[in-house]
């Protein structure tokens, strides 16, 4: 009895759970698991050590990022997820940290022309930015805005649209989108969600690669289908998964991360006693 019941909670359960489900669902790579973020603990990597599992999940993901586009440099990279709530805004802002703590200069766009929420991330305004450019009523120059990470620009959405994928397929947004590649080394742009709105489909065509956040015990697998195959059919460039919220210690990637956390500062220790010892 306690095993049928089992059964018939798996068959039931309709959520993403590991990995190789997502990879499986998505025919596409994980580029990085993100730790899951407790309730109280830093949600940017500034604020995190310098051997945190989460820091180092996005120096991986920064590394796969750049592997995964070796043939063609890849200068504007979208990110969404099927649903909302499943941490896009989250791994797009600390992903631009990254790359900024890689010496880029990096370019974070809020795209989510619905119900913006990197503004809140980044302690900045949204009153002027992106629809102000698009719509020619402000210069590119006035509505990007510094952040508190050296190397890292935000440009918010300005005022929210009552037509947002009209404005993002406008040609002024496609000639923007070109002006921005040519300005920075890399553009994140943060994107709504990819269920039941046409705006992801929009952006993927004006960038030069996609990243899907799927969330482990939260994506909901019906929802990810929908989205796999609206993707396919915007002929999008997906080129990988974040596998965000993972649970580390139970999914045996504790001991990976502080392995090689631990490796790297005792490392630097016995570089620098051989050093001592030559000298001495």
């Known amino acids: 009895c306690a095993a049928l019941m089992a059964l018939l909670t798996e068959r039931l359960d309709d959520r993403v759970h590991h990995q190789e489900m997502a990879e499986q ?5 994980t580029l ?21 599992p989460l820091l180092e999940s996005f120096r991986i993901l920064r590394n796969n990022i750049a592997f995964a586009s070796i043939d063609q440099p890849l200068k504007t990279l979208a990110i969404s997820s099927s ?6 805004s989250t791994i797009c802002a600390n992903l631009a940290i990254a790359m900024a703590m890689d010496g880029k200069r990096v370019l974070v766009v809020d795209c989510d022309l619905r ?25 590119l120059e006035r509505a990007v805005v510094p952040t508190d990470v050296e190397g890292m620009s935000f440009l918010p959405t300005g005022p929210l649209p009552p037509n947002p ?22 553009v ?36 990810l289908r929908i989205t796999v195959r609206t993707l396919a059919q915007a002929e999008a460039p997906l080129i ?12 045996g990637y504790g001991y990976y991360y502080y392995y090689y956390a631990d490796e790297g500062a ?7 006693r051989k050093s001592h010892d030559r000298a001495a």
């Open 188 to 223: 994140l742009v943060d994107c709504p969600p990819c269920t039941g709105l046409s705006d992801v489909q929009v952006i993927s065509m004006l960038v030069d690669g996609l990243l899907l956040v799927v969330s482990a015990n939260q994506t909901l697998r019906t929802r």
């Open 240 to 251: 990988g998964l974040a596998l965000n919220r993972l649970d580390i210690g139970r999914h």
């Open 25 to 29: 669902m998505t025919g596409t790579a």
């Open 165 to 186: 994928t009209e404005v993002l397929n406008s040609q002024h947004s496609r000639q923007l989108f070109t002006q921005l590649a040519e300005q920075y080394d890399i």
């Open 32 to 52: 990085a698991s993100i730790p899951k973020i407790r309730h109280g603990q830093p949600m940017r990597i500034t604020d995190v050590d310098r051997h945190s």
């Open 83 to 88: 649903g909302p709530g499943e941490g896009k």
């Open 266 to 272: 005792e490392g630097g220790k016995r570089k620098r």
């Open 115 to 139: 119900r913006p929420s990197m503004h809140t991330l980044l302690g900045l305004p949204r009153d002027v930015g992106f629809t102000n450019v698009v719509t020619g009523s402000c210069a």
